[in-house]
């Protein structure tokens, strides 16, 4: 009934769609799957300026990119943009957001957006992309969560709790993929913190265990888990403990993130300005 994903998918020839493409790890795996020979990137971005950028990077290399200006919290705006794109090899749900305030500090209209921008648009390019990857048997899903979706972390209830719901949408959607023996798979993607400005002003006790990771690296990390058919990448290693943890009692478990820092990670967060 059910069939592992074991045999990864090949970027080269592949078309590969990236939301939140015009900055940060979205800029960095678009660059690299052109490098790695996608027949095509398909750049959707809030940010017109960002995304040509990035086109124009591709293009400069030798690669082909197209650019979509796309909000992917917009229902509608996803679906009609889809239909001009389908189909496509590899999705990348990419676009997030962080308001990154305790919870009374953040607006109603801050904490919406979170959910909108790193949960509902999830099912809403899923569900645009999906069907055709089905009809094909063939494509890949990635979901850029966060480690921040494996631990609740102090002035991030909006960020973590839609990270967290990241995993349960990536983790619900395998299942229903295995149930049905298609050869359509998922990527869930959970990394610590990034040096790409989303989250600057942040601090990590541990520097060698837990460090802010390159945007660079990342990325090829990512493009080489698709490659491969892996299903889930923690980033750094360590990281990778956590869901372990949860089997301690509350109190242990609550010891266990403090001697790491975690809650202090966010003490002088300022974000991009
Ligand atoms: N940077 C980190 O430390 C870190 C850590 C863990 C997870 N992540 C996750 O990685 C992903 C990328 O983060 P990043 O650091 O590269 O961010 P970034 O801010 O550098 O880039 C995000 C891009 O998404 C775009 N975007 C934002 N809202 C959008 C929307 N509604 N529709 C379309 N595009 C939109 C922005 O214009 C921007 O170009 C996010 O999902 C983030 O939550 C980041």
Redesign the pocket.
């Given at each position: 009934m059910s069939r592992k994903n074991t045999r990864g998918l090949a970027l080269r020839g592949a078309r590969v769609l990236i939301?939140?493409?015009?900055?940060?790890?979205?800029?960095q795996m678009a660059l690299e799957a052109a490098r790695r020979g996608a027949s095509e990137v398909i750049l959707?971005?809030?940010?017109s300026e960002?995304?040509e950028a990035v086109k124009g990077e591709i293009q400069t290399a030798g690669g082909v990119a197209s650019v979509g200006i796309?909000?992917?919290?917009d229902r509608a705006g996803v679906a009609e943009a889809a239909k001009s794109i389908l189909p496509v090899d590899v999705l990348i749900n990419?676009?997030?957001?962080?308001t990154g305030a305790d919870l009374l500090e953040a607006t109603d209209e801050d904490i919406i957006r979170t959910f909108?921008?790193?949960t509902l648009?999830l099912y809403w390019t899923t569900r645009a992309f999906l069907p055709a990857m089905r009809d094909r048997d063939r494509g890949v899903i990635v979901t850029?969560?966060?480690?921040?979706g494996l631990v609740g972390v102090a002035k991030q209830t909006d960020?973590s709790a839609s990270?967290f719901a990241a995993f349960g949408f990536t983790e619900s959607l395998r299942n229903e993929l295995r149930a049905r023996g298609s050869n359509v798979s998922t990527l869930i993607f959970?990394?610590?913190?990034?040096?790409?400005?989303?989250?600057d002003g942040?601090t990590t006790k541990f520097p060698r265990l837990l460090p802010?990771?390159d945007?660079n690296d990342v990325a090829r990390r990512v493009l080489d888990a698709i490659e491969s058919g892996s299903q889930q990448l923690i980033l750094p290693r360590l990281a990778r403990i956590m869901p372990a943890t949860r089997l301690l009692p509350v109190r242990a478990f609550d010891r266990v993130v403090d001697f790491f820092g975690i809650n202090q990670t966010m003490d002088h967060f300022t974000g991009?300005r």
């Open positions: 939301t939140g493409a015009g900055s940060g790890i979205g800029r959707w971005d809030l940010s960002r995304a796309v909000n992917v919290a990419n676009a997030g957001i962080v909108d921008v790193n648009a850029v969560a966060s480690a921040a960020y990270k959970a990394p610590y913190y990034i040096n790409t400005g989303m989250f942040v802010l990771l945007e991009r």
